[in-house]
């Protein structure tokens, strides 16, 4: 116990992030103003390295998954999957997405609807809904996933397939090789990034509930409230992590996505269902059609602001996000082939995410083309009720919301979990057992930051916090397939074996 509270990486990163929760907490226009200036710097200077970085990712795993090494287990070449696939795709489902997509799947949609990402597009037509579809199912798609998925894939191989400990900086030994204060530099800027990653998606659940709470109580939308959430969660995370991996994770991650399917449900039948199924299918075959083009898009001779507030905005929170959600998906895919560990990744979970955002974004859409409500005002006045305001045009709309806010608690407690556990074995030399205490400490000090950046500036300190963590963490992540690529060489390609050695094997079986 001691010896982990003294490691290098712990306390380095820790009083980084205590030092960031006492300045914001003493001087929170000061944090707010200064949060706003690194936003603009970044996004300003290095939108154009966040899109080509990640389009990179993307054709290096397709590559990847479909080469000879594809076959390689992460594991043993024996080895089995340890977790049954539904669960297996809850807890990517729940570490990846966590409350994010419940907060955006309505107020993504309706806000590109409302304003739209093109200039000379007229907002709130018929073509400006289909962009807005598209456009969000580009947002929720495998370039976001392909940052977790080489992340995950590295420190998976490197723990199941080579034996050795899942820290960020292990991974980098084949470029950066083995000096301590380089390791220990590193693995620091992994924690760091991946606390403000978290603080984000905390805050923004955050938002929604006290938005939800709102709408079905009348709680007033404020900060103080937005803080007692941040209390209530730190509780309920903190009793789910002294449970292990194996209990309280687990079982909040089939919750989870039971909810979210019996929700998807609900809405998808009660809802306009035919507009929901060709919106699904419109906007699969937009997203595909633009699929490069939305990958690389800034807009140099047009300026504007759009792509730095939404594109290179998500890029940049997955990328903070991405050494927390990459562990835990190596955590959790032990014994599949890194074929069906990239596809898994990349093509199941945004396949949900687009599902959700054609049932719930376009029955909102549906209802302001052709009911005339105004949910795109609403949002536009308050994102943080998106999806309360699509449920007052459904039926049973207070169990919605209930069951939303629920849904909303337990992803954020599922993530929060997730992420202490990933925080403290990242703290603790890569221990898969890290110790109760340091679980603790990291508990309280992201709930400490997300409640710092709500009180800074609500939902753009949350958005800064992510973007500025990210930038030197995507040269590492570059680093990752660099390194990826120099030990997959050295790895003898399993080999299929002839037709009459499988029959012998399953008769003898």
């Known amino acids: 116990m001691k010896k982990q509270l003294g490691n290098p990486v712990f306390l380095i990163s820790s009083l980084v992030v205590l030092l960031l929760v006492v300045l914001g907490a003493v001087n929170p226009e000061g944090f707010g103003e200064v949060a706003g200036t690194l936003f603009n710097f970044t996004t300003v200077n290095f939108g154009w390295f966040y899109l080509l970085s990640v389009f990179g990712f993307v054709l290096f795993l397709v590559g990847l998954a479909l080469s000879k090494y594809g076959k390689i287990k992460l594991g043993p070449q024996d080895s089995k999957p340890e977790y049954p696939f539904f669960t297996w795709i809850g807890m990517l489902f729940s570490a990846g997405f966590g409350a994010g997509l419940v907060f955006w799947g309505v107020a993504e949609p309706m806000s590109h609807f409302f304003e739209t990402p093109f200039t ?13 579809m598209g456009y969000a199912f580009f947002h929720w798609g495998v370039n976001q996933w392909s940052v ?15 034996n050795k400990n899942g820290l960020i900086s292990t991974a980098l030994e084949p470029v950066l090789g083995k000096r301590k204060s380089v390791k220990h530099t ?62 309280g994770i687990k079982w909040l991650s089939n919750l989870n996505l039971s909810l979210c399917l019996i929700l ?117 006045n308050d994102i943080t009720v998106a999806l309360f305001e699509t449920y007052q045009y459904l039926p049973m709309t207070s169990i919605l919301s209930l069951l939303s806010i629920l849904l909303i608690a337990t992803f954020l407690i599922t993530s929060a979990d997730s992420a202490t556990y990933i925080l403290a074995s990242m703290t603790s030399n890569g221990d898969l057992q890290p ?27 949350l958005q800064t916090a992510s973007l500025v963590s990210a930038l030197p963490f995507t040269v590492v992540i570059i680093l990752f397939v660099y390194a990826f690529i120099k030990m997959i060489r050295s790895e003898e390609i399993p080999q299929r074996k002839p037709k009459a050695e499988q029959l012998r094997n399953k008769k003898s079986s």
């Open 148 to 162: 977790f998925a080489i992340v995950g894939l590295l420190i998976a191989y490197l723990q199941f397939r080579k």
């Open 264 to 380: 998807l449900a609900f809405v998808f039948i009660a809802g306009p269902t035919i507009f929901i199924l060709n919106t699904f299918t419109l906007g699969l075959g937009d997203y595909i059609a633009n699929f490069v083009n939305y990958s690389l898009r800034l807009t140099p001779y047009e300026g504007g602001s759009w792509l730095r507030e939404w594109t290179i905005f998500y890029w940049a929170w997955v990328i903070a996000w991405s050494p927390f959600v990459g562990a835990f998906v190596a955590r959790v895919s032990r014994g599949r082939s890194i074929r069906e560990f990239i596809f898994g990744v990349l093509v199941v979970p945004p396949l949900i995410a687009c599902l959700w955002i054609a049932t719930f974004g376009g029955t909102a859409l549906n209802s302001d083309l052709n009911n005339g409500t105004n949910i795109a005002q609403a949002v536009n």
């Open 120 to 132: 000379g597009l007229e907002a709130q037509t018929e073509e400006a809904a289909r962009i807005a």
């Open 435 to 461: 110790s109760l205490m340091i679980k603790i400490t990291w508990g309280v000090l992201m709930a400490a930051i997300a409640g710092v950046l709500l009180v800074a500036g609500g939902l753009n300190a």
């Open 186 to 247: 590193i693995d620091s800027l992994a924690v760091i990034a991946t606390v403000m990653g978290i603080a984000t998606s905390l805050g923004l659940g955050i938002l929604q509930m006290n938005g939800g709470l709102k709408a079905v109580f009348n709680v007033p939308n404020a900060t103080w409230v937005q803080l007692l959430i941040t209390a209530a969660l730190l509780a309920l995370y903190l009793i789910s992590s002294s449970t292990g991996l194996n209990k």
